[in-house]
């Protein structure tokens, strides 16, 4: 690594390495900030246009940017492909979401990568993965759940499946998965010295995330109907309820001793305190802590249970959870302007992440990172290569 380059490598667990992040929506920029925010230099590469069809945002609030040097190329102009291998050879990953087949079509994919960077990591986010029927297909994360079972098992018993926001398939099947494939094939290499390509597909990380209950199916204590379990709103000690004011609380105290603070501090009646696990009695229960929750505020009933193991907690707006106190004695929220974000997680105890700021747009001094001089810069940005 050249003086220059040691110049830019930050702090975080991630510090040295070098990361390439094909711009995209959803997982991958995600997976970006995450990575940047842990450490590693991001460098995304846009195309020259790059308007979004929605979602566009001011600079300050655009997190699918924010912590990464920016350079915008003609991937169309041989130049740029030729750019991009340069890149690759200082890079330790790749990540991209495109379609299969498109990275290769801009002569971009692994073989040529790697050709170049035997030690490369490739990891390739996409919803349906790199082969199958359904692999050229569009969908978006309620497409991937509805194929994987997972959406089906979510919403109350006599209603339709509920959209869990983008969380599970997006973000929890995709970007987590992507980022601890990445991960581990980097751990890897350094034993083996070799790259390898990582097919991250966010129908594989939702059906994994849901591994459990193909077990609790499987052993019997699942029934493939929703609303209908112990974790899916079925039980009445696992749900939420509406208070006096119109807002929620939610209620999960499955083991019977925070079963039993709760039915001591509602009150719930002895009837139903002693037959926790009687399903024969769990239309009433329900009934019952419903009527008694509508006859109070939901912050009066967050008082009342909170220094206790009942597992009641008010269920807070995006604007409250920063203001709870318990998030706010963890600092799990940073304010800056009028942006308030979630701090980066996992937290480390040596080599701590950081939270980071708007994109940079510096051709220059994004690519040096990178081993790429700045005279070089300046031409291919004379010849239309590089836009600034």
Same mark, same amino acid.
């Given at each position: 690594m050249s003086a220059d380059m040691e110049a830019e490598v930050k702090t975080g667990p991630l510090a040295g390495f070098r990361i390439i992040e094909m711009a995209g929506l959803g997982p991958v920029p995600l997976a970006g900030l995450i990575l940047s925010e842990m450490g590693a230099t991001v460098l995304r590469v846009e195309r020259a246009?790059? @308007? =979004? @069809?929605?979602?566009?945002? !001011? !600079?300050?609030?655009?997190?699918? =940017?924010?912590? =990464?040097?920016?350079?915008?190329?003609?991937?169309?102009r041989p130049e740029a492909v030729e750019l991009m291998l340069k890149l690759v050879e200082n890079a330790d990953a790749l990540i991209e979401g495109f379609r299969p087949g498109v990275m290769e079509r801009l002569r971009l994919g692994p073989d040529e990568a790697m050709e170049r960077n035997p030690r490369l990591v490739y990891g390739r986010m996409t919803g349906f993965g790199q082969d199958g029927p359904l692999a050229q297909r569009a969908g978006h994360d309620l497409t991937y759940l509805a194929l994987s079972g997972v959406l089906h098992a979510i919403g109350p018993r006599d209603g339709k499946p509920v959209p869990p926001l983008n969380l599970v398939a997006d973000y929890g099947g995709g970007t987590m998965f992507l980022i601890a494939g990445v991960l581990a094939a980097l751990l890897e290499r350094s034993r083996s010295g070799k790259g390898q390509v990582v097919d991250a597909a966010m129908i594989d990380g939702a059906s994994m995330l849901a591994a459990p209950f193909f077990g609790f199916m499987a052993s019997g204590i699942w029934q493939d109907r929703r609303g209908a379990n112990l974790l899916d709103s079925g039980a009445p000690f696992y749900d939420t309820y509406e208070t006096s004011d119109g807002k929620h609380v939610a209620v999960a105290c499955l083991e019977p001793q925070f079963f039993a603070e709760f039915a001591r501090l509602l009150p719930l009646d002895d009837s139903f305190a002693k037959a926790q696990f009687d399903q024969s009695k769990w239309p009433e229960m329900r009934s019952a802590i419903a009527e008694r929750f509508k006859t109070g505020t939901r912050d009066n009933w967050a008082a009342l249970f909170e220094d206790t193991d009942a597992c009641v907690a008010p269920v807070l707006g995006l604007t409250e959870a920063p203001r709870h106190p318990h998030n706010s004695a963890r600092k799990t929220h940073r304010t800056t302007g009028k942006l308030t974000r979630p701090e980066p997680a996992p937290r480390f105890s040596r080599t701590g992440s950081s939270v980071s700021g708007p994109a940079s747009y510096d051709p220059a001094a994004a690519l040096s990172a990178f081993g790429i001089d700045e005279s070089d810069v300046e031409r291919l940005a004379s010849e239309g290569v590089i836009h600034r």
């Open positions: 246009s790059t @308007a =979004r @069809a929605f979602l566009t945002l !001011p !600079p300050e609030y655009d997190l699918d =940017r924010h912590g =990464r040097s920016i350079v915008k190329l003609d991937l169309k």
